[in-house]
């Protein structure tokens, strides 16, 4: 009944740009925090940024500077705005959302974040 959907992932260079978009439907994403998570083959699922309901955000340090995390309300929909992309960040990027602030990202407790998505695939390659 309550769905997250990811999209705007695809194939990019190097240096290149993409914006991720964690769209609901069902529920209203004012009040959660929203998470993107990142899985890249034979190795475990990562944390990426989040933002809470009151748009503070936090990134992780290899992706600090390049990429940026917003909101809009109207459209019920989180970004992920990825530029100057490596190969390393090739992966399977998730949205996940828990209740008004980062606690459960913030402590490595993925496990607890309520809701999830089924993934988009982003893949940096020249």
């Known amino acids: 009944q309550f769905r997250l959907v990811e999209s705007g992932g695809g194939l990019v260079q190097p240096g290149g740009s993409l914006r991720l978009s964690c769209a609901a439907s069902?529920?209203?994403?004012?009040?959660?925090?929203i998470g993107w998570f990142r899985q890249a083959p034979g190795k475990e699922r990562e944390g990426v940024s989040c933002?809470?309901?009151?748009?503070?955000?936090t990134y992780e340090d290899s992706v600090k500077g390049r990429f940026i995390i917003s909101r809009d309300s109207a459209k019920n929909t989180v970004y992920l705005q990825m530029h100057s992309l490596k190969p390393e960040d090739t992966a399977v990027y998730y949205c996940?959302?828990?209740?008004?602030?980062?606690?459960?990202?913030?402590?490595?407790?993925?496990?607890?974040?309520?809701?999830w998505g089924d993934g988009n695939q982003v893949t940096v390659s020249s």
């Open positions: 996940a959302t828990e209740w008004l602030v980062c606690t459960f990202y913030n402590a490595n407790r993925y496990s607890k974040m309520n809701y």
């Open positions: 069902e529920f209203n994403l004012e009040n959660y925090a």
């Open positions: 933002i809470s309901s009151s748009s503070s955000t």
